[in-house]
């Protein structure tokens, strides 16, 4: 079984985004879970470096640490990703503990909700993924058009090129998860420690301010 961790970014519309996050795990192949990664409880500051990691980072990490391969989208917010899509990768990187987007299988695709996509904000997440070492999928780039009228009123997709759009991705990151995973396999008698195994025993720390740790 190959499981796939699902990130989408804010969209401006949270119906559409309940739509899309339904299609993308009904698009994966047989044989392949998603799960979907929630960030929201992450502290809304970046990594301190003088700190111990809060609970909730913790969490986070042992959920990136738990799948096999990373599906990241993302809106275009004032050319760029949403802060929230931003935060996360933060605080999934190695700024606090172990990175562990590192090695880690990964494809992106923008999205668009009616209007032309832009894709300065997929070449900055690409930027951020890439800086913090994941195995990301060189090309094509994807954008996927989830308009509205793209779902019915019974929440079905209705958009056939969006339908084979999100199959298309979800295949390809199964397929880059499941390579990756045999390289891993070739790679592990050179190794001398598990940083998946570093997460999972990681203690936790006490729950971090969303405001950040007032200094004196």
């Not at 032309?116 to 904000?121: K, S």
């Not at 900055?124 to 996927?144: I, M, N």
């Not at 592990?188 to 950040?212: F, H």
């Amino acid at each position: 079984m190959t499981t796939l961790g699902l990130l989408i970014g804010s969209l401006p519309l949270a119906r559409t985004q309940h739509h899309l996050t339904q299609l993308l795990t009904d698009s994966a192949p047989p044989g392949v879970e998603v799960t979907l990664l929630d960030p929201h409880r992450l502290p809304h500051h970046a990594p301190y470096s003088d700190v111990p990691t809060p609970t909730a980072a913790h969490e986070w990490k042992r959920a990136l640490a738990g799948v096999d391969g990373l599906v990241v989208l993302t809106p275009t917010v004032e050319r760029s990703i949403p802060g929230s899509l931003k935060n996360a990768l933060d605080w999934a990187g190695g700024m606090s503990g172990v990175n562990t987007l590192a090695g880690l299988p990964t494809v992106i695709a923008g999205v668009s909700v009616g209007t032309l996509p832009r894709f300065a904000a997929i070449q900055h997440l690409r930027t951020v993924l890439g800086d913090a070492g994941a195995a990301l999928r060189s090309q094509p780039e994807t954008v996927l058009f989830a308009a509205p009228e793209a779902f019915d009123d019974s929440d079905t997709p209705v958009d056939a090129d969006l339908v084979a759009e999100a199959r298309d991705l979800m295949s390809a990151a199964a397929g880059l998860a499941v390579h990756e995973r045999r390289a891993a396999t070739a790679r592990a008698a050179t190794q001398t420690m598990d940083p998946i195994a570093e997460v999972i025993a990681a203690p936790l720390a006490p729950i971090s301010p969303a405001d950040g740790i007032k200094v004196a």
